[in-house]
């Protein structure tokens, strides 16, 4: 069934659909999975633009788990939320992306406090490079952020956008596929004693042990010497 996880109104639909199953099915899992990518500096993006990431990345799967809880406390069911690396390292320009998966991170640790007790798991998914559709629109979108900026953005945040294109589009390209990435949140979904996280991908294992151990200053370093080879380069070179 269609649903828009902003749309109050459909996600209440579908918490009746399932106490009205006619079989009676308990709800196994909720994955909360859907996103968007938007990328541009926080100087840059509008409080519409931050507010939309917030509402499908973060609000729109609160109200999600909130309305099948119930359902779930019946099953003894499961959430698996879908984070990312960026719910443990925020890029430049992905500030709003990265944010939302913070608090997504954050949601998901509370929620696994206060349901373990109950016999609900939680359990977090955080991909890396994933071969799919997003790289793509979060790229078209940052190119129309691109040819917004004012004169003055421009020249702050103009090579900063580009880089960060070139590195998402290298970044997916050398990412998994959509299957491997579907096969590690089937094992949350199903696992009979998941993991509290997985990562899925080599980037994700890497990046995650570094932002642990590193301190910021050297993960500042580590992340603009990766991003120095994707920056135009100057006319001539
Ligand atoms: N791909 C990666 O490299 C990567 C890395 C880390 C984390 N992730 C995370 O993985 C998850 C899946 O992303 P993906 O890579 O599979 O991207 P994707 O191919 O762009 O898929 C995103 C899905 O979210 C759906 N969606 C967007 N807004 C929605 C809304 N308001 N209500 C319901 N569904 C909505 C989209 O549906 P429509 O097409 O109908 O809009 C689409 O099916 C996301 O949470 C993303 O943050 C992805």
Do not use: C
Request: hydrophobic share 45%; net charge positive.
């Amino acid at each position: 069934m269609l649903l828009d996880i902003t749309d109050p109104e459909q996600i209440a639909s579908v918490s009746q659909r399932i106490a009205d199953d006619p079989a009676g099915r308990p709800l196994r899992a909720v994955i909360n999975n859907a996103g968007i990518a938007i990328n541009a500096p926080v100087e840059v993006l509008s409080m519409e633009e931050w507010q939309r990431q917030f509402d499908v990345n973060f609000f729109g799967h609160v109200a999600v788990t909130k309305a099948v809880l119930p359902a779930l406390h019946a099953s003894g069911g499961r959430v698996v939320n879908i984070s990312s690396i960026g719910g443990r390292i925020a890029m430049p320009t992905y500030g709003a992306y990265a944010a939302a998966k913070f608090a997504m991170e954050a949601m998901s640790d509370s929620l696994r406090r206060e349901l373990a007790p109950h016999g609900v798991q939680v359990v977090v998914v955080e991909p890396g490079g994933v071969k799919t559709e997003m790289t793509g629109h979060g790229i078209e979108r940052a190119k129309d952020t691109i040819a917004t900026l004012s004169p003055t953005q421009r020249s702050r945040y103009g090579e900063l956008l580009q880089a960060i294109i070139n590195q998402a589009t290298s970044f997916t390209d050398s990412g998994l596929s959509a299957e491997a990435a579907a096969l590690v949140i089937a094992k949350a979904a199903t696992a009979r004693r998941p993991r509290t996280r997985y990562t899925i991908g080599r980037d994700a294992a890497v990046l995650t042990r570094l932002s642990r151990i590193l301190s910021d200053k050297m993960l500042d370093r580590i992340l603009a010497a990766n991003l120095r080879p994707h920056y135009p380069k100057p006319h001539g070179a």
